[in-house]
Structure formats: C-alpha cells, structure tokens
C-alpha cells in the first residue's frame, strides 16, 4: 500500500471506525511538544483536575479511597496536590478490579491480561480515549525519527499471546495500514531464514519488537549467512524490555549503522517516554503525571525512584499514582531537541532485572551479566536466582573456545558480586529455555520478583 494513502486516507478512517480519534490527539501531542513548560504544566493540572473528578463520580473505589484521604479534587490548587492520594499497587488492582472501572464508558472497555511476562500477571481494562493518545503518542515519537505513519513497520514479536490474536481482520487491517507481525516465539536455526525471507519480501521501513529478539535474530540470520543490513531498514524501535548498551550496539551493527530508538512503558501503564534524537528519553507529558518516588518521597534529579505512574487520559480504568515496580531517575535541564516534555534516565526496568544479595542490596542485571560475558566462549546464557543464597547459570558454549577454568571463574565472578554465601552453580546446556513470554531475558531473579 503507498504511505501517503495509508496515512492520509485509509488509518484515519480504521481509526474513525474503530471509535479513536487518535489523529486529533497527534495534532494535539504535535502542538504541545513546543510549548513552554509552564503553559504544558497548566494544560496537565487541568487535564489531572478533571480526571481525579471524574473518578471520583464515576469510579467506586476512587471514590472511597479520597474520602478516605480527604482529599476533594474539586479544590486542587496544582499538581502537587496529587500526592495526597495513596499509591496504588499491583495487588489492590488484582483485589478491586471491578470497582475500579467506570461502567458508562463511551466506547466500552477493553480487557487485557498482561500473562505475567514481566512477573506477576495483570488484567487491567483500557478505552478508546486512552488507547487513542497511546497509539498517538507512538506516531508522534516515530515521527521524531522521521518516521511518517503509514510507513511500513515490522514487527517481529516474541510473545504467543500476539500470535494467537493474529485473526483475519488483524490481517487484513494489517496490510491496509502497511504493518506486518512476524511471530518470532522461537527463533531457531531452522526458521529464521523464512523469517528472514518474511521480511525481504516486506521491506519494512522500520522494526519494532523485544531487543532480545531483534539480536537474536540477526545473530542466527548471520549464522546461516543473511545478512540483516541488506533488508534496508532504517531504523530499530526497542520496546517491552530493558535495552542494555551492547544490545544497542550490537543491534546498530547488525542492521548496519540504523539509529536504535527506545521506549518505555508496559501494558498496563501505556505509552510512557521515548528517546528522541539527542539520546533523551521524554515523559509524554499531556498524558502523563510520572512521579519517582523512593520511600513514599519523592527523589531529586539524577536519584533512583519507582516510577509512578498517573495516566491522564485512561479514564474507563483509571490508574492514579500506579507504583509500575520499574525504577528510573528523573531527568534535569531541557533537551537540545527543544522539546518541553520532561526527562527521564537511568531507566533500569522492571524489577526482575535485578539480583538481591543475601545482605539486601538490588544489583542491577548488568553487574552479574558481565561476569559471564567475559568468558570467552559463552554462547548464550541465563543466570537464574531461584532462592536469595541460590544462583544457577545455564550457558551454552562454543567449546573449543571456553577455558578449562570457566565455571570457576563465574562462580567467582558471582560469588565476589553477592556475597561468598551464595551458591552458584553452572550448568552447560543444548539450548537456553525462553520464558514464558518468549523473551530472553538474561537474568530471571525469583527474589526480586517478589518486590521491594
Ligand atoms: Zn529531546
């Protein structure tokens, strides 16, 4: 299909039809992104004014839980005000779902289960408005990159729960609006140069999907002698995980020199930040209050904090002050790009990036991930805490190359990390299971999954 007609006749109306006006909403995000902060900050306090009133009419345990704070929303002086509301856990969802929709919603309500694949499974309910700024919001972020709605995207994605939602309307929609998903649940020796044939004959613009999988892929494209930078993609969008620097470039590379751009958010919490060209990752502010908080305060410019999550167009099932369990700093000064939206950095995701030692430090994935990358040899690996004092690291070899001394040297590497009472042990492998999720992740913490 050409660009231009997908763009300028064919996704508007799926989008009329399908009761978003997602394009008004990316006209709206086009303007704000250039205004001074102070007229964005004021357009937020109303947007949030009216949100915590609405939810406080229409949504029983909204209502319940200001009253409970004495908190009156009508009476809001500015943003700050919103920190009189409690933050709102993962459980008290799982506990209240019912209560915390709002019946009358235009449109109705959407229900989506989150399956787990970044701990502890979720369902949550979305509506129309909210899923029109977040489809918004990510046209607005392609468009930082030169990338122009209606522009062919590919997304290879690892999870089998988009796989089995690939109906025929899907289908068709799909190729009107120039968008091919490629399931890549198991990417193996033996199938990847059909994906590889999948996408050639394709020939997407940009690429979308897990890091993890976009590297594999290409290493094992490379394997059997394809090589990713003919497919002639100009750009990599990185999402649903932690994207680690040598992923980054590794990714770059493979696709020879493309700008890899990254986003973050989740399932439950939208459309977040993204990079934009100077590195900076923005808050989509004009639909977000994101706050950083550590012990119930909130933390300075350049200090690690949960983030927290208050989305100000998901009115069908409002999520006020959602602790997400990912942590992140908040950026300071403006951005070269001239952009007002604020900053985040230092996004380390989802905590089940994280080892926690037996003396209760959260050390950051990397930290044991570099200990087995610097053993020569290592094809691929998993590290897999199952028990605070209990560490497994399967690795698959490339066996003349991995020294007579490496399980050693890991075991040593961890144990100097987290403590000499825990007890690593190696296990060589065939093949490195993926999780449930079909991602690869190379670090599972069963510790830090149960939260701070
Ligand atoms: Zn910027």
Redesign the pocket.
Known sequence: MIPLLVRKAIYPVHEKVMGRNTFACLQELERLQWLNPAQLEEIRFRKLRELLIHARNNIPFYADRFEEAAFDPEKMQSLEDLKIIPLLTKGEIKQNLERMTWKGCPGGLHRYNTGGSSGEPLIFYFDKRRQSWDKAARMLTHRWWGVEVGEKELYLWGSPVEATRQDRMKELRDKLTNELLISAFEISQANVGDIFGAIQRFTPETLFGYPSTIELFAQMAKKQGLDPATLGVSVFFSTAELLYDHQRKAISEQFGGIPVADCYGSREGGFVSHE???G?Y?VMDPNYVVEFIKDEQPVSAGEDGEIVLTHLDAWGMPLIRYKTGDVAQPGEGA?????S?S?MQGIRGRTTDFVVTPDGRWQHALSVIYIVRDVEGVDEFKIIQHELEDVQVLVKLIPELYPGNGNERIIAGIKKRMGDSVRVRVDIVETIPTDASGKHRYVVSNVAKKGL
């Not at 951005?335 to 952009?339: F, L, Q, V």
């Open positions: 934009c060209r100077e900076n923005h951005c070269a790009c001239g952009r939206f900053t």
